[in-house]
């Protein structure tokens, strides 16, 4: 089965770090660029950054640059995120999203099912 | 940074259509993707490129683009088309690259 499965979220303090993780299978990983993306509790969906399937390319919202790193292991089928300076306003849903393509310009098709990351005192 | 806009919500009869716009300087030169989203549920890809659809979508879902406005369109809506719609673009210039998601808009169906 083509899927994709978060883990890693959960609640952590203002200025704390977080690593999410994302396992891909059903799907030659390595041929798809990859990206995660964020919903706030009841507010619409944000981008928050996108690897190329070779790691070539690499992009963040500003929202995010600089405290943030996405990181893909191939041999391993997976796609990571490291947060750090976690602030509230971080608080959401991150959603790992697959690429239709390799390169970074086209639509998500696959989507996992989210993780959940609050950022409170 | 480039933005999209979305009617916050849509009502529609079953078997109506409903149209869902999403506007953007000039959004006609580039290609706008649409996802469904019930709640609870993580997004789901409906149309692509503007107005092809994924396998397994079906064809009353469809999409235009030109100008300013790229629309959303559903035909003969059901219920379980209830749902928040939110369109999307790559946003490629000389000193920035994103992907740009619309405001979102929900459909009711009555």
């Known amino acids: 089965e083509v899927q994709l499965v978060e883990s890693g979220g959960g609640l952590v303090k203002p200025g704390g770090s977080l690593r999410l993780s994302c396992a891909a299978s059903g799907f030659i990983f390595s041929t798809y660029s990859m990206n995660w993306v964020r919903q706030a509790p009841g507010k619409g969906l944000e981008w928050v950054s996108s690897?190329?399937?070779?790691?070539?390319?690499?992009y963040y919202a500003d929202s995010v640059k600089g405290r943030f790193t996405i990181s893909r292991d191939n041999a391993k089928n997976s796609l990571y995120l490291q947060m750090n300076s976690l602030r509230a306003e971080d608080t959401a849903v991150y959603y790992c999203?697959?690429?239709?393509?390799?390169?970074?310009?086209?639509?998500?098709?696959?989507w996992g099912q989210g993780t959940m990351v609050t950022v409170s005192s | 940074s480039y933005v999209l806009t979305q009617p916050p919500s849509v009502s529609v009869a079953p078997g109506q259509t409903a149209r869902i716009t999403c506007g953007g300087n000039n959004i006609g030169s580039k290609s706008v993707h649409w996802y469904q989203q019930k709640p609870g549920q993580a997004p789901v890809l409906v149309v692509y490129?503007?107005?092809d659809r994924p396998s397994g979508i079906p064809e009353r879902f469809s999409g235009s683009n030109s100008g300013n406005t790229a629309t959303l369109t559903i035909s003969r809506v059901e219920a379980g088309d209830e749902a928040d719609y939110s369109c999307?673009?790559?946003?490629?210039?000389?000193?920035?690259?994103?992907?740009?998601f619309g405001t979102g808009t929900k459909v009711t169906v009555l």
């Open positions: 999307q673009v790559w946003d490629s210039t000389s000193d920035h690259r994103d992907y740009v």
């Open positions: 490129d503007d107005s």
């Open positions: 690897i190329s399937s070779s790691n070539s390319y690499i």
């Open positions: 999203a697959r690429g239709k393509v390799a390169t970074i310009y086209d639509a998500f098709d696959m």
